[in-house]
Structure formats: C-alpha cells, structure tokens
T-cell receptor, first 115, second 116 residues
Framework: DAGVIQSPRHEVTEMGQEVTLRCKPISGHDYLFWYRQTMMRGLELLIYFNNNVPIDDSGMPEDRFSAKMPNASFSTLKIQPSEPRDSAVYFC?????????????FGPGTRLTVT | AQKITQTQPGMFVQEKEAVTLDCTYDTSDQSYGLFWYKQPSSGEMIFLIYQGSYDEQNATEGRYSLNFQKARKSANLVISASQLGDSAMYFCAMRVPSSGTYKYIFGTGTRLKVLA
C-alpha cells in the first residue's frame, strides 16, 4: 500500500513568492492533517480535515497560509506571499478516524526554504 | 493551559538495556489521549503507542510500553531491550477535546542515542 505522498520533497523559493505544497492521503483515511516542524517551535499542527471539511485551523499562523481539500485524495497547503520565517519541514498525515483516530500516518515531509 | 513537557532533550542508552523517556502533560479534561511518535534521522514520523485516559491498563506494543500515571499526569515511554535502530527523536503528544473537535499537542521531543 502506498503511504501518504507529499510533493515536492524540497522547495526553495524567494521571499514573496507563492508556494503550494501537495498531499495525497492514504486511500480510505478520512482525516488529514498538516503540520509544520522547526527547530525553534517543534512540531505544530496547522490544520486538519475530516471528510474533506476543515475542522480546526487554529494553528494556521496567519492569513498568508491557506489549505484546501477538494476531494478525499488530495489536499494543498498554500503560502502566499512566503517569508523566510516560513522555512520549515511541512508534514501531511492521515488517519482512519473511525478506528484509530490517534494513529496518524505521516508523509515524508516537504522541506521548504524561503530565501 | 494544555501542554506536553518533555524535559530530556537528549538521552543515551546502552544496546539491549531498557530506557525510559519522560513525558508530563497538563489538561483539565477528563477524556484525552496520549501517544508517542518516533522520528528517525530520515525524517518520517512513526506512530508507536496510544493510551486513553480511561484505560486502566498501561498500553504495550512489542518492546514499547507506556507507563501511565494519571495522578502524576505522566505518560512515560519505556523501550525494553534497546536496539541501534531505536536511535531517533521521540515525541510525546496529547489529543484533547476542544469545541466539538480535538486539539493535538506535541512535546518538544527527546533525542535518544543507543550505544553499541
């Protein structure tokens, strides 16, 4: 079975540019999570979806960040405009909420560098 | 405030010995979940173990066990018979109800190094 797929794996962009991170959850999973990991702040939950509907976006840092889940097999996290402080590893994770909502399967992450 | 505290930034353990990674939590909710993740140097996060606040028995998964002490608000991870492949960052996390949904809170992690 394919795990959670994220693209791109690495992204280097200049300040002010738009960045879009993509995620394909595990088929059949009805929860999708976006996390950000930095040395300074550790692992932070940004937003999560249940059945494609955003449930909690209180972790989204500011209006420059937006996330969508147009269908059960695809989600995007967009940063516009990007800033150097957005440099981090962004993880997408999915889980099958009905059985094990706490057992999240993480993707390999996207390492974002904003110069 | 809801919080997870991992006071050990780094730990060493000799191969084949047991090691305990500390985790304390703070919540006023009666119903919550605690779990541990492992992050090897390759970067992926791997779910290890879960403990519900109403579970009377400590959770175990193979060589991993969770020493749940509710009164002390601690959820320490015990790894028995350490292996070199256990070298990684370990994160303690909590899921708490919040306004009809859940919040997920992670600790800052403990880096474990297993010595041959």
């Amino acid at each position: 079975d394919a795990g959670v797929i994220q693209s791109p794996r690495h992204e280097v962009t200049e300040m002010g540019q738009e960045v879009t991170l993509r995620c394909k959850p595990i088929s059949g999973h009805d929860y999708l999570f976006w996390y950000r990991q930095t040395m300074m702040r550790g692992l932070e939950l940004l937003i999560y979806f249940n059945n494609n509907v955003p449930i909690d976006d209180s972790g989204m840092p500011e209006d420059r960040f937006s996330a969508k889940m147009p269908n059960a097999s695809f989600s995007t996290l967009k940063i516009q405009p990007s800033e150097p402080r957005d440099s981090a590893v962004y993880f997408c994770a999915s889980s099958s909420g009905g059985r094990h909502p706490y057992e999240q399967y993480f993707g390999p992450g996207t390492r974002l560098t904003v110069t | 405030a809801q919080k997870i505290t991992q006071t050990q930034p780094g730990m060493f353990v000799q191969e084949k010995e047991a090691v305990t990674l500390d985790c304390t939590y703070d919540t006023s909710d009666q119903s919550y979940g605690l779990f541990w993740y492992k992050q090897p140097s390759s970067g992926e996060m791997i779910f290890l173990i879960y403990q519900g606040s109403y579970d009377e028995q400590n959770a175990t998964e193979g060589r991993y066990s969770l020493n749940f002490q509710k009164a002390r608000k601690s959820a320490n991870l015990v790894i028995s018979a350490s292996q070199l492949g256990d070298s990684a960052m370990y994160f303690c996390a909590m899921r708490v109800p919040s306004s009809g949904t859940y919040k997920y809170i992670f600790g800052t992690g403990t880096r474990l190094k297993v010595l041959a």
